[in-house]
């Protein structure tokens, strides 16, 4: 990216997943004319890249649209991502934001941007990128999109039809631009996509083979996964678990544990063989964690219990716990038995707890010596994330930030992990 003091300043809000995160990169490394601004207050364009996961997540983006009509200066607004296939039709048409463009738009942002009058590009839901990323601005770990869409119809979500179908980024695109962060510096990559697992589907390849080439990388040392499903970790997969390059964590969405809900949701994954893939995994060092949904129509108190003396079962250290949140135009939206806000609430809180305590008593029976790539600092303290995808805080008198650091002796408290480092 150039930068000059005559360019206009833009200034990017990214809201929802690690693949917005990483879309934002690339909006960001398409960037030849502007100049990127980390205050939005000093932008003379704010690049909105929504989330529509749920109705709230509309909200949020709205919400945030409305203070930027508070500041002395107004930006220029422009919005993408997710929400353009859901809300953006309607606040163009309000005039709330000035222009919008699609996800298969966001390589060609440079000439978008240039573009002063108002403009309406939704695009398709077809496209894969072609730019490479070579750095990721106030990172230490980076970010690989290796897939974009979806293939499965959850009863719940909407993602499918705001991303589309599952198509995966070329193989030789992917190892190009991790050979270039590898030689920026970077030693952690996290695969994300709207579904990782699908990688490699009627490309004739796979996720673990590609896993494999990565592992090839001069500067490559650790690779996490963003959220797999239960039946995309195979046979070939599991050979490759204990190989140095893997982080010792997966994020396996489960959704739920009881076997009529996940019927309910339109589910792929069952209860007995999730726990079987589960206990395999724990017993070859992991940590999981998982996404679970409370609250979803149909959860009765029954089925709330059952689910709760299964989840007792599962060897969980990590969770992503929503409440259900309607999401206009899925299935789950027009569906009878809701369960009320306070009741779901209660099941949240029940749910976080029970994983809270398994992390805890994980952090506190672990044996092996913690691999950790310090992150950030503050305070004299450096904060960073060991292989198991849990936080630790380092005393330090030396300067750590981007380092990797060996720990044996460490302090398990019940937020976190403590450490001294000399």
Same mark, same amino acid.
């Given at each position: 990216m150039n930068f000059s003091t005559n360019k206009q300043k833009v200034f990017f809000k990214t809201f929802g997943c690690r693949t917005n995160v990483f879309d934002t990169q690339v909006m960001m490394s398409n960037l030849k004319d502007f100049e990127v601004?980390?205050?939005?207050? !000093?932008?003379?364009?704010?690049?909105?890249?929504?989330?529509?996961?749920?109705?709230?997540?509309?909200?949020?983006?709205?919400?945030?649209?409305? /203070?930027?009509?508070k500041f002395d200066k107004p930006p220029r607004v422009v919005f993408t991502g997710c929400g353009?296939?859901?809300? #953006?039709?309607?606040?163009?048409?309000?005039?709330? +934001?000035?222009?919008?463009?699609?996800?298969? =738009?966001? =390589?060609k942002i440079n000439d978008l941007l240039k573009n002063e009058e108002r403009f309406f590009d939704a695009g398709d839901l077809e496209h894969i990128d072609d730019t490479i990323v070579e750095e990721f601005i106030g990172k230490s770990r980076a970010f690989i999109k290796i897939q974009e869409g979806c293939d499965f119809r959850c009863s719940y979500c909407i993602i499918p039809y705001v991303r589309g179908d599952a198509r995966s980024y070329k193989e030789d695109k992917i190892l190009e631009q991790i050979e270039k962060l590898a030689s920026n510096g970077f030693g952690e990559f996290i695969l994300t996509g709207?579904?990782?697992?699908?990688?490699?589907?009627?490309?004739?390849? /796979?996720?673990?083979?590609?896993?494999?080439? @990565? /592992?090839? +990388?001069?500067?490559?040392?650790?690779? *996490? @996964? #963003?959220?797999? !499903?239960?039946?995309?970790?195979?046979? =070939?997969?599991?050979? +490759?678990?204990? !190989?140095?390059? @893997?982080?010792?964590?997966?994020?396996?969405?489960?959704?739920?544990t009881s076997k009529e809900m996940l019927k309910i949701m339109n589910r792929r994954n069952k209860v007995l063989s999730d726990l079987e893939l589960f206990e395999f995994l724990r017993d070859n #060092?992991?940590?999981l964690g998982t996404d679970f949904i409370v609250g979803h129509p149909g959860e009765t108190d029954k089925l709330w219990k059952e689910a709760v003396e299964n989840l007792h079962k599962f060897p969980?250290?990590?969770?992503?716990?929503?409440?259900?949140?309607? *999401?206009?135009?899925?299935?789950?939206?027009? @569906?009878?038995?809701?369960?009320? #806000?306070?009741?779901?609430?209660? *099941?949240?809180? =029940?749910?976080? /707890?029970?994983?809270?305590?398994?992390?805890?008593?994980? *952090?506190?029976?672990?044996k092996t010596t913690l691999e950790v790539l310090i992150e950030s600092e503050k305070n004299g303290k450096y904060v960073g994330l060991d292989q198991h995808f849990n936080q630790i805080e380092v005393n330090s008198t030396a300067d750590l930030v981007g380092d990797w650091i060996f720990i044996d002796d460490y302090e398990a408290r019940q937020d976190k992990n403590v450490a001294e480092f000399k």
């Amino acid at each position: 990216m150039n930068f000059s003091t005559n360019k206009q300043k833009v200034f990017f809000k990214t809201f929802g997943c690690r693949t917005n995160v990483f879309d934002t990169q690339v909006m960001m490394s398409n960037l030849k004319d502007f100049e990127v601004t980390q205050d939005e207050k !000093e932008a003379d364009i704010v690049v909105i890249n929504s989330c529509t996961v749920t109705n709230s997540a509309d909200s949020t983006a709205r919400g945030y649209i409305n /203070s930027l009509n508070k500041f002395d200066k107004p930006p220029r607004v422009v919005f993408t991502g997710c929400g353009v296939w859901t809300k #953006g039709e309607g606040l163009f048409k309000e005039e709330k +934001i000035d222009s919008l463009f699609g996800h298969s =738009e966001k =390589e060609k942002i440079n000439d978008l941007l240039k573009n002063e009058e108002r403009f309406f590009d939704a695009g398709d839901l077809e496209h894969i990128d072609d730019t490479i990323v070579e750095e990721f601005i106030g990172k230490s770990r980076a970010f690989i999109k290796i897939q974009e869409g979806c293939d499965f119809r959850c009863s719940y979500c909407i993602i499918p039809y705001v991303r589309g179908d599952a198509r995966s980024y070329k193989e030789d695109k992917i190892l190009e631009q991790i050979e270039k962060l590898a030689s920026n510096g970077f030693g952690e990559f996290i695969l994300t996509g709207t579904n990782v697992g699908s990688y490699g589907k009627k490309q004739h390849t /796979s996720l673990a083979k590609l896993l494999k080439k @990565m /592992s090839q +990388i001069k500067g490559v040392r650790r690779i *996490r @996964m #963003g959220s797999i !499903e239960p039946i995309q970790i195979d046979d =070939e997969f599991k050979e +490759i678990i204990n !190989e140095p390059f @893997m982080a010792k964590h997966l994020h396996i969405a489960l959704q739920h544990t009881s076997k009529e809900m996940l019927k309910i949701m339109n589910r792929r994954n069952k209860v007995l063989s999730d726990l079987e893939l589960f206990e395999f995994l724990r017993d070859n #060092g992991y940590a999981l964690g998982t996404d679970f949904i409370v609250g979803h129509p149909g959860e009765t108190d029954k089925l709330w219990k059952e689910a709760v003396e299964n989840l007792h079962k599962f060897p969980l250290t990590h969770v992503h716990a929503f409440t259900y949140s309607k *999401r206009d135009g899925t299935p789950s939206a027009t @569906m009878k038995d809701i369960v009320r #806000g306070d009741i779901a609430k209660e *099941r949240y809180n =029940e749910l976080v /707890s029970i994983i809270d305590d398994k992390n805890y008593q994980f *952090r506190k029976n672990n044996k092996t010596t913690l691999e950790v790539l310090i992150e950030s600092e503050k305070n004299g303290k450096y904060v960073g994330l060991d292989q198991h995808f849990n936080q630790i805080e380092v005393n330090s008198t030396a300067d750590l930030v981007g380092d990797w650091i060996f720990i044996d002796d460490y302090e398990a408290r019940q937020d976190k992990n403590v450490a001294e480092f000399k």
